[in-house]
């Protein structure tokens, strides 16, 4: 990996390993003071090297040199030290050897107490000096682990932390940097990327919400892109009837026929961008929608009370057939528009002096809306293509209708809002077209909002 002094990366190694090695120079320096305290002139080895000096003055002056030597042989037995008793100028009281300069290798340190001790070379020279300066006791020890020796026993320590906060960094940066990548492409109109991660913390969730929103953003743009195709083709023809219209307005001699026709295609017109909103709205972000339980059977009534008149006007009528309450979580406009348009739609293609059938069933958790009537059908090949916007069976017969081909688009997308069904087949007498709904669990909350839309394709 590339590494960036002011990329995340470098900051948690760098952090990382600048706070591991401050803690160990706190730890060392801690413990020097720590250490020099205790090694202070009030503690124990100085009180012990006072009483070794009484004893081997009390063993001399008592005993003489014999005592005095059978004393220091019996100390330095039980040590790898070497002590000796010399005079204020340095002569060993036992072999009567010089010693000064052993004194002077341990004069240089400490001044401030009367107990001396210096390192030299692989030995520790410790002088004691007696209170009316007339003896030195004179130790020779191995030399001490100090310090400063330990220090060697901790510095794999950083080497340690700094290859765990690499990998800490690679960890945390490294997903990171795939997150860039992919958000970088998605900007440049490859809106079908996705981010992969197989992990369950923040950045897997990071992941999960740009996926979330990189959908929603494409079925958006997707439904943006194919709306403004289909009316650009679908304006063209009533645009063109309509200047068709003028010109004959201009040299007919019928001029109320003419204008009847102008009305009639600003009619079409009107419907057409009515419809393309209400398609829109369909498409709209869902995140805004606010969704509330909604009994399906005083819907289905309403809409079939409401539907009747206009079933009269085409010569047929509507028949319901409701199973009772059925509880779906939802909005209560969309649903009304999916089945309206469905009822509208058989009502349409319905032959006069027929019935059409609206039944609502619930079993096992879902509830269906079924409308049949007993119109001419689809040709087989062509039921998943009538959900479409602006597909028409029949262009000629949808036209002389009034219909632009929007109205079962609509149903369909938002039936799948509510993450439901829509089908529709032929009858051996009729055609059928059923919405199934999941019903709300129960206990659900009152309201429910929902935070992603389903992808929306072109065809079901």
């Given at each position: ?324 309450s059925a509880i779906v979580m939802g909005s209560r406009e969309l649903l009304w528009r999916a089945c309206e348009n469905v009822v509208r739609n058989a009502i349409r293609h319905a032959p006069p002096d027929t019935t059409i059938d609206v039944e609502l069933e619930h079993l096992g958790g879902r509830a269906t809306i079924t409308t049949r009537d007993q119109g ?75 935070l992603a839309p389903p992808s929306l394709p072109d065809s079901p």
């Amino acid at each position: 990996m590339k590494l960036k002094l002011n990329s995340i990366f470098a900051k948690i190694v760098l952090w990382l390993t600048a706070t591991v090695c401050l803690s160990l120079i706190g730890f060392v320096a801690t413990s020097y003071l720590v250490f020099e305290r205790i090694r202070g002139r009030d503690n124990v080895i100085s009180r012990l090297h006072d009483f070794l000096l009484d004893e081997a003055r009390r063993a001399y002056e008592q005993e003489g040199v014999p005592g005095l030597d059978a004393y220091l042989s019996r100390l330095n037995s039980y040590s790898r030290s070497r002590f000796y008793l010399t005079d204020q100028s340095g002569n060993d009281l036992v072999t009567g050897e010089d010693r000064s300069a052993l004194l002077s290798r341990g004069w240089e340190f400490w001044r401030s107490s009367r107990w001396r001790s210096r390192a030299s070379g692989d030995q520790t020279v410790r002088l004691r000096r007696s209170d009316d300066r007339r003896y030195r006791l004179v130790a020779v020890l191995p030399r001490r682990f100090g310090i400063w020796d330990s220090i060697w026993y901790f510095a794999w320590l950083p080497v340690l932390f700094g290859i765990l906060s690499y990998v800490l960094a690679v960890h945390l940066a490294s997903p990171l940097g795939t997150l860039r990548r992919v958000v970088d492409r998605f900007g440049r109109g490859e809106l079908g990327v996705r981010v992969h991660f197989e992990r369950h913390d923040e950045i897997g969730d990071l992941a999960e919400s740009f996926n979330r929103m990189a959908g929603q953003i494409e079925t958006l743009l997707s439904a943006e892109r194919r709306l403004l195709q289909d009316v650009s083709h679908e304006l063209r023809s009533p645009l063109a009837r309509l200047g068709f219209a003028i010109e004959l307005a201009r040299s007919a001699p019928d001029l109320e026929t003419s204008l009847q026709r102008i009305r009639n295609e600003a009619g079409r017109l009107n419907q057409l961008v009515d419809e393309l909103l209400e398609l829109t709205r369909t498409e709209g972000d869902p995140a805004t929608r606010q969704f509330e339980e909604i009994d399906l059977c005083i819907l289905v009534s309403d809409l079939v009370s409401s539907a009747q008149m206009e079933a009269a006007a085409a010569g047929c009528r509507l028949a319901p057939r409701l199973g009772g309450s059925a509880i779906v979580m939802g909005s209560r406009e969309l649903l009304w528009r999916a089945c309206e348009n469905v009822v509208r739609n058989a009502i349409r293609h319905a032959p006069p002096d027929t019935t059409i059938d609206v039944e609502l069933e619930h079993l096992g958790g879902r509830a269906t809306i079924t409308t049949r009537d007993q119109g001419p059908g689809v040709p087989p090949h062509l039921l998943g293509e009538i959900f479409r916007p602006f597909y028409r069976v029949d262009d000629a017969r949808d036209r002389a209708h009034g219909g632009v081909g929007l109205g079962l688009a609509i149903a369909r997308r938002a039936v799948l809002l509510h993450s439901g069904r829509i089908s529709a087949r032929n009858l051996e007498t009729g055609f059928e077209v059923q919405i199934d709904l999941p019903l709300a669990s129960p206990g659900a909350p009152a309201r429910l909002e929902l935070l992603a839309p389903p992808s929306l394709p072109d065809s079901p």
